[in-house]
């Protein structure tokens, strides 16, 4: 019963690491797609739909490959709510990375968001 326990643990916790586990970039990965798998597919996915993982804890983040949303957002915006965070624009579930990223780090990423509305018919 004993080791019959000890591996019903070992099989959940493992199927629980391989679903937790981050996704990475793919090779040959551009400095913002980079960024954007450290930084934003938590949240917004892989194709910037948004993540089951957001969806567990009731967040709707915002699709990033909805090119119609996506082309009414100046680069500035992009960088302001990668920078500052969403609060100042009435999207308090964005998170501020000016912390941890320079403004060109944020630019880099910014740019590559763009090519995920660019990517969709």
Do not use: Q
């Amino acid at each position: 019963m004993l080791v019959l326990t000890i591996t019903g643990l070992g099989v959940f916790a493992g199927g629980l690491a391989w679903l937790l586990n981050d996704p990475r970039p793919p090779t040959g990965a551009s400095r913002g797609e980079r960024l954007y798998y450290a930084y934003c597919i938590e949240c917004h996915g892989r194709d910037g739909r948004g993540s089951w993982r957001a969806a567990l804890f009731l967040l709707r983040p915002g699709n990033l490959a909805d090119s119609t949303r996506m082309s009414s957002h100046t680069d500035r915006y992009l960088f302001d709510i990668i920078k500052h965070g969403g609060s100042p624009v009435g999207r308090p579930g964005m998170p501020a990375f000016g912390y941890h990223l320079s403004d060109d780090d944020i630019r880099a990423l910014a740019a590559y968001i763009r090519t995920l509305a660019k990517d969709r018919p």
